[in-house]
């Protein structure tokens, strides 16, 4: 397959170095849609509301330069923790804002990389995987810093001040067994010395902590970094539960031998704390948690549906799967994906309304819900469904109550929608609407990735049906050529029959001059080597000469042929060969796919400031499916049909780069097979068209 226009996927040193380049711009861009859309961030400053992401760009774009390969995602997790805590000082924030902060990063980095050219699809994935993480990371970090912040008194603060007497403190061996006991402890805990000493700390832990390794790593954490601090539940020897906060720290002789830990530890439960604050610390602590639960259980539901999009399906294969997924996570009645052909939306896959694939149901942009969809690009929410917003007649039919439908987007570029529905009334929830979000991003993704594998398949299918038809075509030619050859070396020239080899000679090998330079023609053209010989001509008489070209053949297949070109002088700068080239290939197309005692036309018109070429027969006609692949190299229009008439599928790919050097357009009309063709060629004429003068 030609693909006309194709630029060169940029490498991954070039996107790196975007991003790089960039920066600023994404941060600018970023922020002012982080300040329009979370009204917490409108009275920070600038620097404290970038914070570390700078940082994190730089990374990613480490991470996308093939200089540094990495196997996955950019490693930034002290960043994202620490842009995490920064949030969590704003007494306002909440987790699901710095959520939406990262998904706001991503769309912006992709808007403004995208703007500079495209992204290749490995850097693509690799941008997906690290916003991903980061996001993971921050919404960790976030809930972890706000806990600890809502526990956190002032009184545990002066937890060493205070008197030893509301002060557990022990020793422990370097096994963790406890040595030493004082009278604060035995209060706290509830153990005499003679009942603990020689017992291991473990046993005032809770039976959670001790199968995590609470104990080992605090003593660990102590060893290594000289001081080991938390906040915990205890357990006293009634096996009632308090919380304590406490320091361990490591002893050790003059010679540095581990000899053992001290530890520290209040009871902070029984310090008298007002009522109202305490209901209030409990209820953030609470919502934090469940928060933080939510954003995990929506990244295992975004893995569960998704996860697919990385096999090596067919499209409709993978969408099908996509979208039984997408069914039983969100336990809804429909689902469907409609991609963009052109002006309108065709049903590609769907569950619950497989009728609309098979009638392949097509609805424009902007029409009914899954045309306003698509037309403001934005996800809709219908919790009762009108049916006069309804363009499918499959869904009225089906009595969906509730639609929610999402934009595939790739970049600024719309893909199709997505859309899931409901035969009851169905209240939505804000994390079932930011799911759809999420798998339309990774479906956009998926259908993209699967379009470049069936496009270069398709290229490869087509390199070689071209091989084997550049074969056959040069075979012909050189086996009557090898044939007259032979002839010729057994016959005393002149003679009848050694004229006719003479002459067959002669066709064939103008048949491979042809050949050779229609592809040398094609190879010009694609590298931009062409180069066209202007000069004024009148196309009216270039048109009637290159008809009189073409007759011979026309009148050898048995055809009709009309031609119908005024008198009138048609002046336009133009390359005269080029030119005439276009009209032969046109005629000699027509003539091939004409049968015997078909009718070709031929024609010229002046229609307002350009000259209208009609070439038009009554020959096997176009599948107007085909009719948009009728210009590309190689393309016949049935290459294992009844209706292949030999050539390699060049000779309109030609025809098509010549007109365009030309500054004119062509464009072909079929009705279907057995309907004909028309091949209409649009050429601007100059302002003042009058003939030259003579002197």
Not at 162 to 174: G, K, L, N, V, W
Not at 237 to 247: I, M, V
Not at 255 to 271: C, E, I, P
Request: glycine fraction near 8%; hydrophobic fraction near 40%; proline fraction near 5%.
């Amino acid at each position: 397959m030609k693909e006309r226009g194709k630029t060169v996927p940029p490498s991954g040193s070039e996107v790196s170095e975007r991003l790089a380049e960039q920066t600023a711009v994404i941060l600018d861009r970023w922020e002012a849609r982080v300040r329009e859309q979370l009204p917490a961030s409108r009275s920070q400053t600038p620097p404290f509301l970038r914070d570390h992401l700078p940082v994190f760009l730089l990374q990613l774009a480490d991470a996308l330069s093939p200089r540094t390969p990495r196997e996955d995602a950019c490693e930034a997790s002290d960043v994202c923790q620490q842009h995490a805590r920064e949030r969590a000082r704003l007494p306002e924030y909440s987790l699901d804002q710095v959520v939406r902060e990262y998904s706001l990063l991503r769309s912006t980095l992709l808007q403004v990389l995208e703007a500079k050219g495209p992204i290749p699809l490995e850097q693509r994935e690799t941008i997906h995987r690290s916003i991903d993480r980061a996001m993971e990371e921050a919404s960790t970090e976030f809930a972890r810093v706000q806990g600890e912040k809502l526990a956190r008194s002032e009184e545990q603060q002066r937890l060493l001040v205070e008197s030893a007497i509301d002060h557990a403190i022990f020793m422990m061996d370097p096994e963790g067994k406890i040595i030493s006991w004082n009278s604060g402890a035995a209060g706290v805990l509830g153990y005499q010395a003679e009942e603990i000493l020689g017992q291991p700390t473990s046993l005032i832990f809770t039976p959670q902590d001790r199968a995590a390794g609470a104990p080992e790593q605090e003593r660990e954490t102590a060893a290594r970094e000289g001081r080991a601090e938390d906040e915990r539940w205890h357990l006293r020897k009634d096996g009632s539960r308090f919380w304590a906060s406490g320091a361990v720290c490591p002893i050790r002789d003059e010679t540095g031998t581990l000899r053992g830990f001290g530890k520290v530890m209040r009871d902070q439960t029984a310090r008298k704390q007002a009522e109202e604050e305490r209901s209030l610390l409990l209820e953030r602590e609470q919502a934090a948690r469940q928060q933080a639960e939510r954003t995990a259980s929506q990244l295992r539901r975004l893995h569960t549906v998704t996860d697919v999009a990385l096999a090596n399906l067919e499209l409709d294969q993978l969408l099908g799967e996509l979208l039984g997924r997408l069914q039983e996570v969100l336990g809804v009645d429909t689902a469907a994906v409609l991609l963009l052909e052109g002006e309108a939306l065709e049903v590609r896959a769907a569950r619950g309304l497989e009728g609309e694939v098979k009638r392949h149901v097509s609805i424009p942009v902007g029409r009914g819900f899954v045309g306003r969809v698509a037309a403001t690009r934005a996800a809709l929410f219908l919790p009762e469904v009108d049916p006069e917003q309804i363009a499918s007649p499959m869904l009225r039919k089906a009595g969906v109550r509730s639609l929610l439908g999402v934009p595939l987007l790739l970049g600024e570029r719309l893909l199709g929608v997505l859309h899931v529905g409901t035969l009851r009334p169905w209240q939505i929830s804000e994390e079932d609407t930011q799911l759809l979000r999420l798998v339309a991003e990774r479906v956009a993704l998926a259908i993209d990735r699967t379009r470049l594998v069936e496009a270069l398949q398709d290229a490869d299918r087509r390199k070689n049906e071209f091989l084997a038809m550049l074969a056959h075509e040069m075979r012909t030619p050189i086996s009557a050529i090898s044939n007259a050859v032979y002839i010729l070396e057994n016959l005393e020239l002149p003679d009848a029959r050694g004229v006719r080899q003479l002459g067959t000679v002669d066709r064939q090998t103008r048949h491979l001059a042809r050949l050779a330079e229609d592809l040398l023609d094609v190879a010009r053209i694609t590298q931009g080597k062409l180069e066209l010989r202007r000069h004024r001509l009148d196309l009216a008489a270039l048109v009637r000469e290159a008809a009189q070209g073409s007759l011979p053949l026309i009148e050898a297949r048995g055809q009709e042929f009309f031609c119908d070109v005024p008198s009138e002088h048609f002046w336009i700068e133009a390359d005269a060969v080029r030119l005439e080239q276009v009209v032969t290939n046109l005629l000699n197309n027509a003539a091939k796919y004409t049968e015997a005692g078909g009718t070709i036309w031929l024609s010229l018109q002046r229609e307002g400031e350009e000259a209208v070429l009609r070439v038009r027969d009554t020959g096997v006609g176009i599948d107007p499916v085909l009719l948009p692949q009728v210009f590309d190299l190689f393309m016949q229009v049935d290459p294992s049909g009844a209706h292949s008439r030999g050539g390699l599928g060049i000779g309109l790919t030609l025809v098509r780069r010549l007109v365009e050097l030309h500054g004119g357009s062509i464009t072909v009309r079929s009705s279907g097979p057995g309907q004909g063709t028309e091949f209409v060629v649009c050429l601007p004429l100059p302002h003042h068209t009058s003939s030259p003068k003579t002197g």
